[in-house]
């Protein structure tokens, strides 16, 4: 059995593709996902990837869903925290709960799926945890004030967790996709679609299996030097200094 990665919301979009990409590199593979079943279920009988379903904001559903994941292909040597959500509104009529729930899903899943594994890679001495953040922590965007501000927060996790475990063989990195074909970007209305790509100089949108590619680059050995980085992959939409 080869090295074993855990991909969070990984049954559909991009953490889809992320899964098959890790299971093509020759890693074993499980992902979670959170709330549709039909669909996770079609992507276990497709992929032959494993699923299991918790709520990455919850610590305890967390805890022991990596500890069901352990127990059904060994320890977890690559985390990819991709799990995310949106609740999107102006912020002066933004509520409370559009507020938390993003906070909770995107940013404290951080804590809750990283603190579980992260002992096992220190006494392992390797690991791979691969961040996925957003092109809109970096430069902002209107009606997220809440999505923005919980990716950005991403980004300061990921530079602190690198520097905490950079001599314990465990890189920690980021990844800002820009807009990708999955199902939530292929659903904004054409008229808005055709301003998005008016913004992005290679003229179309990102293809889901090239953030896997940059992901599995990251989870790979070729990768051991790179920790901390905050990779841009967006069609050069937004240029960014790390």
Not at 16 to 40: M, P, W
Not at 68 to 74: I, M, N, P, S, T
Not at 98 to 124: C, H, Y
Not at 195 to 200: A, H, S, T, Y
């Amino acid at each position: 059995m080869g090295k074993v990665a855990l991909v969070t919301g990984g049954t559909r979009g991009i953490g889809a593709a992320i899964a098959r990409g890790l299971q093509a590199a020759g890693y074993t593979v499980a992902a979670s996902f959170a709330g549709n079943v039909e669909k996770a279920h079609a992507f276990q009988a497709e992929t032959g990837i494993p699923v299991f379903q918790w709520d990455v904001s919850d610590a305890e559903a967390c805890e022991a869903g990596v500890r069901a994941v352990e127990l059904a292909v060994g320890p977890i040597d690559i985390l990819v925290n991709n799990a995310g959500i949106t609740r999107d509104g102006w912020f002066h009529k933004m509520d409370q709960a559009q507020w938390s729930s993003v906070m909770r899903t995107n940013l404290d899943s951080m804590f809750t799926m990283t603190r579980p594994v992260i002992e096992g890679m220190r006494e392992r001495g390797f690991g791979r945890i691969v961040n996925i953040s957003s092109i809109n922590a970096q430069k902002g965007q209107l009606g997220q004030v809440n999505y923005a501000t919980a990716k950005a927060g991403v980004i300061g996790f990921t530079k602190a967790l690198a520097l905490e475990n950079a001599r314990k063989g465990i890189t920690v990195n980021c990844v800002c996709p820009g807009y990708v074909d999955t199902d939530m970007v292929m659903a904004v209305p054409p008229k808005v679609m055709e301003g998005i790509l008016g913004q992005i100089p290679i003229g179309r949108i990102g293809k889901a299996d090239e953030i896997a590619a940059l992901v599995t680059y990251l989870a790979s050995d070729a990768s051991a030097f790179m920790t901390g980085a905050v990779l841009t992959i967006n069609g050069g939409q937004y240029m960014a200094n790390g």
